[in-house]
């Protein structure tokens, strides 16, 4: 139960834009458009918890079509911290999401890796960690990349589901049209076999989704999208049992700095992590 005069609500614009100042104080460096991306796909996706009328936490709770869930951004106001309050904050989402989803359907989150003991006692367990690796982008375009915008677009869906537990067109649709993206796939023999997405943050630009079927496809994509952002600073965001994804992350001189615990709540969930060599995003899976 909450104390006297807080509660819970879905986000508005304005605190959205608090949740976001947030991030970045966190030195999370969110993408430009993220926030607008999911809330276009999902319009219930955040939460705030308010005492009076003031905002003082949230966190998002991103739906995908009721088959999959992500839980993300979660941040309380730092003179509200340490009195049990974020903990019902967190829970509050958990159940929330929960409600929002098909029986059985599995929740995602990347958590900072002291609160992951936190998270299991909510129920998560503990999958791999992804890494995030940075440097100033360097690369050469490689000849057969094609840029995402003459793709089929059909195709590229389905070639992103390979990867992500569910079917999320218009999510990935708005993603890869977001304002400044650049992306390219590559396709063999009329089959898509990998394709990336670079998007401008914060400061400079993260890379995600990078999927592919091999290691050598992940490097073109990659050294291609390094190329087009010469002297940013640039992100990836890596599960850590991809060894080659990580070797291919030092191939371009970019070091670890941070990293989450990813954490899935409900069904066992086996992701083809070898594809996998920059996820997403931390906060929407
Ligand atoms: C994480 C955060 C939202 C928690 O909010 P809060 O109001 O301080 O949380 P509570 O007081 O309800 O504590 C919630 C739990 O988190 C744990 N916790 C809070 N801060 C912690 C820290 N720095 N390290 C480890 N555990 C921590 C508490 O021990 C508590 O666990 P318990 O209930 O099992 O004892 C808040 O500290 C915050 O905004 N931190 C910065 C952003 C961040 O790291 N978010 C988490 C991203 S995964």
């Known amino acids: 139960m909450l104390p006297k005069n807080f509660t819970f609500g879905?986000?508005?614009?304005?605190?959205?834009?608090?949740?976001?100042?947030w991030a970045i104080k966190e030195g999370w460096n969110p993408g430009l458009s993220d926030q607008q991306v999911a809330k276009h796909y999902d319009p219930e996706a955040f939460i705030a918890l308010r005492h009076h009328d003031e905002f003082i936490g949230g966190g998002s709770i991103i739906s995908y079509d009721g088959l999959y869930g992500f839980m993300g951004l979660f941040i309380m106001r730092s003179d509200y911290r340490g009195q049990g309050l974020g903990a019902q904050l967190w829970?509050?989402?958990?159940?929330?999401?929960?409600?929002?989803?098909?029986?059985?359907?599995?929740?995602?989150?990347?958590?900072?890796?002291?609160?992951?003991?936190?998270?299991?006692?909510?129920?998560?367990?503990?999958?791999?960690?992804?890494?995030r690796y940075e440097g100033i982008a360097h690369g050469n375009k490689a000849v057969d990349v094609i840029p995402l915008a003459k793709i089929n677009q059909a195709m590229l869906y389905a070639y992103d589901n390979k990867y992500f537990p569910v079917p999320r067109t218009e999510f990935i649709?708005?993603?890869?049209?977001?304002?400044?993206?650049?992306?390219?796939?590559?396709i063999n023999n009329?089959?898509?076999?990998?394709?990336?997405?670079?998007r401008p943050c914060y400061q400079g630009y993260k890379i995600g989704p990078l999927f592919a079927d091999s290691a050598e496809i992940a490097d073109k994509i990659l050294s291609s999208i390094l190329s087009e952002i010469p002297s940013e600073l640039v992100q990836i965001d890596i599960p850590?049992?991809?060894?080659?994804?990580?070797?291919?992350?030092?191939?371009?001189?970019?070091?670890?700095?941070?990293?989450c615990a990813r954490m899935y709540f409900g069904n066992n969930y086996s992701e083809p992590l070898r594809n996998i060599y920059s996820v997403t995003s931390y906060e929407f899976g």
């Open 91 to 131: 829970q509050y989402r958990r159940d929330k999401l929960l409600s929002r989803l098909q029986a059985n359907a599995v929740i995602g989150m990347d958590g900072v890796f002291n609160m992951a003991p936190f998270y299991a006692r909510g129920g998560f367990v503990l999958s791999h960690r992804d890494l």
């Open 190 to 198: 009329n089959e898509m076999v990998g394709y990336g997405v670079a």
């Open 240 to 259: 850590e049992p991809n060894v080659n994804a990580i070797k291919l992350a030092q191939k371009y001189g970019l070091v670890e700095t941070f990293g």
């Open 173 to 186: 649709k708005s993603w890869i049209n977001q304002c400044g993206v650049l992306g390219y796939a590559i």
């Open 10 to 21: 879905i986000m508005q614009k304005n605190e959205a834009e608090i949740l976001n100042e």
